[in-house]
């Protein structure tokens, strides 16, 4: 069980200004969920968890969001850069309403790991998410997170005592 009364200094910000700053991560995802129809709440649930455990471990790099065709091409993006050396001391409101229910499409979060992540052994990795209580079964993707043929566009920034979260959108 979590113990979430427990706070961990790390730099300038602590787990629970990472916490705080996902929580605009958290509404938003709801809000694609929601309006796609793609993803049910108890999905979503398990992704925030995750995600959650592996930015608390200083792991996620980027986190993206896309919407598949039928074809594999992504037909739009949003993706959640962390800045963990930022300045901003508060997030902004969270919001995302141009996400709609297209037939045929699938919805897809592609997690972009830092270099610590990728320098922990298979074993490492392992140990790290069963000890984390880890709910998905996280598995490579082929989607092209560079979102080339989409125009991006600068989101919300969402952050706590240093600690950031900065949203691109690409449609």
């Known amino acids: 069980m979590d113990n979430f009364n427990t706070i961990t200094k790390t730099g300038t910000y602590t787990v629970v ?10 509404a938003d995802l709801r809000m694609i969920a929601r309006r796609t129809g793609k993803w049910n709440m108890e999905y979503v649930e398990k992704l925030i968890y995750d995600v959650l455990k592996l930015a608390e471990g200083k792991y996620i790099k980027i986190v993206n969001i896309a919407l598949i065709g039928s074809y594999g091409t992504v037909i739009r993006a949003v993706k959640y850069i962390v800045n963990e050396d930022g300045k901003a001391q508060s997030g902004e409101r969270p919001g995302n309403n141009d996400w709609n229910d297209i037939p045929g499409t699938s919805l897809q979060m592609i997690l972009e ?3 610590n992540w990728h ?3 298979p074993d490492q990795k392992a140990a790290f998410m069963l000890n984390n209580g880890f709910k998905i079964n996280w598995t490579a993707s082929v989607v092209d997170t560079s979102y080339r043929h989409l ?7 969402y952050g706590s005592n240093g600690y950031e979260l900065k949203k691109q959108n690409y449609k």
Not at 17 to 26: A, L, M, N, W, Y
Not at 151 to 157: D, I, K, N, V, W
């Open 151 to 157: 125009a991006g566009s600068g989101g919300q920034l």
């Open 119 to 121: 320098n922990l052994s």
């Open 113 to 115: 790991y830092k270099d």
């Open 17 to 26: 200004d990472i916490r705080k700053t996902f929580e605009g991560f958290e």
